[in-house]
T-cell receptor, first 114, second 113 residues
Framework: GAVVSQHPSWVICKSGTSVKIECRSL??????MFWYRQFPKQSLMLMAT?????????EQGVEKDKFLINHASLTLSTLTVTSAHPEDSSFYIC??????????FGAGTRLSVL | GENVEQHPSTLSVQEGDSAVIKCTYS??????FPWYKQELGKRPQLIID?????GEKKDQRIAVTLNKTAKHFSLHITETQPEDSAVYFC????????????FGSGTRLQVQP
């Protein structure tokens, strides 16, 4: 069964609205979660590293005020895309990071901004 | 930071043939190298991984080789089947704590029946 549950799997929204994506760890304590973004026919690019109880660390070029990450518990990390625009349309995937680099990916969220 | 390059970007083989995908990395501190298979719209699935203390690892039709001196690693799939068709990504990371992965650009493998 799934180790990480990610919701929603698909969302369509109007430009200017905000979208929240949730990732829940079902079997392990989610001390560390990674958020990746994948544009069509491209690779997965790390957006941010989320640590439980502390502020997320964002990769260069990723706006922290636009992509809000909350990781207040050991089972849930959320990514909120604020004021979404068409260029934010992408496949967003979370990953639970465990020791020895073991990672469990969520099923991904396809965001389409009209 | 780490940079991972992957070749080829597309690969078409006949069913039963072998497929080889190659990756190079830049950071000599990297010591964990997984390979993922991703089908359209789905999460990446780990198919095999290798750590720097070994040079080769095999799991049935899939094998990975690692050359730390040259900083490159390769995925070998033998006796390919149509269901092997997917996008394959290599990745690299440091084997300390919980580290994010740096992915290669991906290879679209098409196995022709």
């Amino acid at each position: 069964g799934a180790v990480v549950s990610q919701h929603p799997s698909w969302v369509i929204c109007k430009s200017g609205t905000s979208v929240k994506i949730e990732c829940r760890s079902l079997d392990f304590q989610a001390t560390t979660m990674f958020w990746y973004r994948q544009f069509p026919k491209q690779s997965l690019m790390l957006m941010a590293t989320s640590n439980e109880g502390s502020k997320a660390t964002y990769e260069q070029g990723v706006e922290k005020d636009k992509f809000l990450i909350n990781h207040a518990s050991l089972t849930l990390s959320t990514l909120t895309v604020t004021s979404a625009h068409p260029e934010d349309s992408s496949f967003y995937i979370c990953s639970l990071g465990l020791a020895k680099n073991i990672q469990y990916f969520g099923a991904g969220t396809r965001l389409s901004v009209l | 930071g780490e940079n991972v390059e992957q070749h080829p970007s597309t690969l078409s083989v006949q069913e039963g043939d072998s497929a080889v995908i190659k990756c190079t990395y830049s950071d000599s501190a990297s010591n964990y190298f997984p390979w993922y298979k991703q089908e359209l719209g789905k999460r990446p699935q780990l198919i095999i991984d290798i750590r720097s203390n070994v040079g080769e690892k095999k799991d049935q039709r899939i094998a990975v080789t690692l050359n730390k001196t040259a900083k490159h690693f390769s995925l070998h799939i033998t006796e390919t089947q149509p269901e092997d068709s997917a996008v394959y990504f290599c990745a690299a990371s440091m084997n300390t704590g919980r580290r994010a992965l740096t992915f290669g650009s991906g290879t679209r493998l098409q196995v022709q029946p």
